[in-house]
Structure formats: structure tokens, C-alpha cells
């Protein structure tokens, strides 16, 4: 998974919770993203970084924030879980240079909102 | 509004057929356009770039074709396995700025 680790892997949680999923990369490629995967939608991208402490606003970010103060980590925090955030969360990376625009993926991390 | 669309039913084909994926969008002018494989439970793997003045590009198996008239792509893996079995997404690039756009992906099963 081209260095990347995603914590955790599963996670239950209730509604109103706040909760942090991690990603971590050992490649000190520049873009990091975070996308959501549900059934009918495909991966839609919620948030992304293009350097410490720069992020943006994917097509989904409402109910989720992230922060990127080193290289190899960027969260995403879900300030108040609700039933409609249960779903698969992926992370990538992009080294961001010449002409590699591929996105290489972590594993994953399945989370379950009651 | 800018959309992207794969067939979502399954495509099921005997082994050693070529299997051959479409991706339609509308409302884009990608530079480029990307394949990628997921398995269950996995992250999706690149596999394959093209680029609006690219036609075709392949890469063993793989071949995809990028028709920037239609908008759209066609992703074909010949001699198919039943190791290719998995979803495929395709992904456009968005605003020029390393974002990717994806579709909700199409499932192969290759039967034995």
C-alpha cells in the first residue's frame, strides 16, 4: 500500500461522538486526500492537503474537518458523528511533481456510526 | 453539473475473453484520465494513465482508449483470468490541481 497506514482499521462509534481517523505516509509525498466510498457513489473526496498546514474542501466535507501539521500525517476528524458517516474511509497520496498525478491508496478504515 | 458514468451492473465473462469497461463523462476536459482495480476490502491500485492527446495506451494485458469527441474511455484486459476478477473504477482529473474525480465503478467477474 506504497506507505501508507491508515488507524484506525474499524471503528464503532455512537451518534454525537466526536472521532479522529489518522493516515500516515512514509513517502513525504506532498498531496494528501481523504475520500469516502458508499455503495452507488463510489469514492467521493472530502478533504485534501497540498502541504503542511495547507488543506482544502473537497466535494463532501460537511460534519468533517482535517489537519496536516507534519509531512507524514494528515487527520480527518468527525466533530459530531452521525448515522450518515458510516461508511469506508480511504486516504491517498500524490507526490505532487512532474507528471505523476497517480494516487496510491491506504487500506481503508471501516467505521460504523450507531 | 460534471458527471462520470460506469456501467453498475456486473460484467460476468468466461476466462480468456476480452473484457472491455466503458466511462462516460460529460460536462469535462480531463487532461488526462486514470483506471484503477479494487479488490474487497482493499484501497483501489493504479493502473493506467492516458492523456487527451494519447488515442491508446497499454500496458500488458491492459489496454485503454480515450476518445476526448465522445468523452469517453474504454478499459479492455484481453485474455481475461479469474485473478482479474474485481471493481474498476475510472477517474478524471479535476481543475488541474491533482484532485481526481471518480466513478462508482463497474464489477468483472471472469468465470473459470
Known amino acids: 500500500d506504497a506507505g501508507i497506514t491508515q488507524s484506525p482499521r474499524h471503528k464503532v462509534t455512537e451518534t454525537g461522538t466526536p472521532v479522529t481517523l489518522r493516515c500516515h505516509q512514509t513517502?513525504?509525498?506532498?498531496?494528501m486526500y481523504w475520500y469516502r466510498q458508499d455503495p452507488g457513489h463510489g469514492l467521493r473526496l472530502i478533504h485534501y492537503?497540498?502541504?503542511?498546514?495547507?488543506?482544502d474542501k473537497g466535494e463532501v466535507s460537511d460534519g468533517y474537518s482535517v489537519s496536516r501539521s507534519k509531512t507524514e500525517d494528515f487527520l480527518l476528524t468527525l466533530e459530531s458523528a452521525t448515522s450518515s458517516q458510516t461508511s469506508v474511509y480511504f486516504c491517498?497520496?500524490?507526490?505532487?511533481?512532474?507528471?505523476?498525478?497517480?494516487?496510491?491508496f491506504g487500506p481503508g478504515t471501516r467505521l460504523l456510526v450507531l | 453539473s460534471q458527471k462520470i458514468e460506469q456501467n453498475s451492473e456486473a460484467l460476468n465473462i468466461q476466462e480468456g475473453k476480452t473484457a472491455t469497461l466503458t466511462c462516460n463523462y460529460t460536462?469535462?476536459?480531463?487532461?488526462?484520465l486514470q483506471w484503477y482495480r479494487q479488490d474487497p476490502g482493499r484501497g483501489p491500485v493504479f493502473l493506467l494513465l492516458?492523456?487527451?492527446?494519447?488515442k491508446e495506451k497499454r500496458k500488458e494485458r491492459l489496454k485503454v482508449t480515450f476518445d476526448t469527441t465522445l468523452k469517453q474511455s474504454l478499459f479492455h484486459i484481453t485474455a481475461s483470468q479469474p485473478a482479474d476478477s474485481a471493481t474498476y473504477l475510472c477517474?478524471?482529473?479535476?481543475?488541474?490541481?491533482?484532485?481526481?474525480?471518480f466513478g462508482s465503478g463497474t464489477r468483472l467477474l471472469v468465470r473459470p
Open positions: 513517502e513525504n509525498h506532498r498531496y
Open positions: 491517498a497520496i500524490n507526490p505532487g511533481q512532474g507528471a505523476q498525478e497517480t494516487q496510491y
Open positions: 492516458i492523456r487527451e492527446n494519447e
Open positions: 492537503s497540498y502541504g503542511v498546514k495547507d488543506t
Open positions: 460536462n469535462y476536459s480531463p487532461a488526462y
Open positions: 477517474a478524471l482529473e479535476k481543475d488541474s490541481s491533482y484532485k481526481l474525480i
